[in-house]
Nanobody
Framework: QVQLIESGGGLVQAGGSLRLSCAASGRTFSSYAMGWFRQAPGKERAFVAAISRSGGFTNYADSVKGRFTISRDNAKNTVYLQMNSLKPEDTAVYYC????????????WGQGTQVTVSS
């Protein structure tokens, strides 16, 4: 079992920055990959970014490349999402997720944190 708790969401003006955090517990954090997803009102949940177990590999959705950075601190059991140059279309509930298996499926999810970007 893995428990995930996100924090750091809030209201920010367009062009501003936020850093989301996701604290994990329950299993050895460095043994699984992590990802961030988001769900905007009326839309399906969408992939944002992912990071490998060691942090040596990352990938991003095209819509956030160059603006968002995913990172992890395995000593603190925490994954981060640094979001810069925020746009109103980044408004969504952001979820962190853990991929503890060998495939591409994320099997544990946090409760989500709201990010609202005003124009």
């Amino acid at each position: 079992q893995v428990q995930l708790i996100e924090s750091g969401g809030g209201l920010v003006q367009a062009g501003g920055s936020l850093r989301l955090s996701c604290a994990a517990s329950g299993r050895t954090f460095s043994s699984y990959a992590m990802g961030w997803f988001r769900q905007a009102p009326g839309k399906e949940r969408a992939f944002v970014a992912a990071i490998s177990r060691s942090g040596g590999f990352t990938n991003y959705a095209d819509s956030v490349k160059g603006r968002f950075t995913i990172s992890r601190d395995n000593a603190k059991n925490t994954v981060y999402l640094q979001m810069n140059s925020l746009k109103p279309e980044d408004t969504a509930v952001y979820y962190c997720a853990a991929n503890t298996g060998r495939g591409a499926t994320y099997d544990y999810w946090g409760q989500g944190t709201q990010v609202t970007v005003s124009s």
